[in-house]
């Protein structure tokens, strides 16, 4: 197979020399998403919750694209601002994975893109 880079209008544009994903033998290795709404090109209005239910949204625009699905993601990786979110993000992200739950690692860090809240990236299959 070949390397494919992946792109959607459905989805925020990449914010620096990246791409929304990139796939390969059968697999779809996505950027980071962050809670942005790709019409408008700002966050979502709200908290914490709204920008994972964004992310999401984001994340699925971008698998769609590479002929794969929420339901065939294999990892996750969730960068907090807080892990005082920790609990929200994880009500959200279980409505999004379940009963299917990829693997998964959530870490605080001291800023995200653009000042989010949260971000997430993936791995899935096609």
């Given at each position: 197979m070949k390397h494919q880079t992946v792109h959607t209008s459905g989805a925020p544009e990449a914010i620096g020399p990246?791409?929304?994903a990139t796939s390969y033998n059968g697999m779809?290795?996505?950027s980071g998403q962050i809670g942005i709404d790709p019409e408008t090109g700002d966050f979502v209005e709200g908290g914490v919750q709204d920008q994972t239910v964004q992310v999401l949204k984001?994340?699925?625009e971008v698998l769609n694209q590479a002929d794969s699905s929420l339901a065939k993601v294999l990892r996750c990786t969730i960068f907090l601002e807080s892990m005082d979110d920790f609990a929200v993000v994880n009500q959200v992200y279980g409505q999004y994975f379940s009963?299917?739950?990829p693997a998964r690692e959530t870490v605080a860090v001291k800023t995200?893109?653009?000042n989010a809240k949260v971000e997430i990236s993936c791995i899935a299959y096609i």
């Open positions: 990246y791409s929304q779809v290795y996505c984001n994340l699925s009963p299917h739950k995200l893109p653009k």
